[in-house]
């Protein structure tokens, strides 16, 4: 069975200030996904990463793959406020994704 | 191009009432997955179709199921509702798994 891991779950930082939040994963799948949540609201695709070593940026979001470790990063840079949200990492297996548990980010003033 | 359309975007229905669910995928689009979301369980798969096909399907009940027509429109049913079964509930098209654009959910209730 997939199962996809993050952490942190949740995530306090003030503007300005950078962090890393970790998604690894179970198989060896090289597709991995990255998405956005505000409350209430739907799911926005940041990044797909297809192959090991793919890195994509996006403003202050960079995404990497490491499919040897089963591990992708999503890093932050200068934290601001609109940066706000819940955060999801997903892999698929066929055509089934299975998504982490969420890390909640909170960027503080 | 326009998006992932799902409807309705809210439904209160009571237990023991069955409910369906819309999904109209980006054109072009084959695949529609459904997912369901709750705070307890989190995003969960429920199923996928391709060309009218079930191509993979989650660990859910038999009280859940789907179809998909011609013209990739989706919909999901769910019978005999629980309290449980209250969620959002976000469907997703794709274009061979190179990503998956979600839909604005239905936000299901039952009380």
């Known amino acids: 069975e997939l199962k996809v891991e993050q952490n942190p779950l949740f995530l306090s930082m003030q503007e300005e200030k950078n962090y890393t939040i970790y998604c690894n994963y179970s198989?060896?799948?090289?597709?991995l996904y990255w998405y956005r949540q505000d409350p209430g609201k739907s799911l926005e695709s940041l990044f797909v990463l297809l192959s090991n070593g793919a890195v994509k940026q996006e403003g202050r979001l960079m995404a990497s793959l490491d499919t040897k470790a089963r591990l992708s990063t999503l890093h932050i840079t200068a934290a601001v406020h609109d940066l706000s949200a819940t955060y999801f990492c997903?892999?698929?297996?066929?055509?089934?994704?299975?998504f982490g548990e969420g890390t909640q980010l909170t960027v503080n003033p | 191009k326009a998006g992932v359309t799902q409807t309705p975007r809210y439904l209160i229905k009571t237990r023991g009432q069955q409910v369906t669910l819309s999904c109209s995928p980006i054109?072009?689009?084959?695949?529609v997955s459904w997912y369901q979301q709750t705070p307890g369980q989190g995003l969960q798969f429920l199923f996928e179709y391709f060309s009218e096909t079930q191509r993979n399907k989650g660990n859910f009940p038999g009280r859940f199921s789907g179809r998909q027509f011609s013209n990739s429109r989706s919909e999901m049913n769910v019978s005999t509702l629980e309290l449980g079964d209250s969620a959002l509930y976000l469907c997703?098209?794709?274009?061979?798994?190179?990503?998956?654009?979600f839909g604005s959910g239905t936000r299901l209730t039952v009380v």
């Open positions: 997703a098209s794709s274009l061979a798994f190179y990503g998956y654009t």
């Open positions: 054109s072009g689009h084959r695949s």
């Open positions: 198989t060896t799948s090289d597709r």
């Open positions: 997903g892999e698929t297996s066929g055509s089934r994704l299975t």
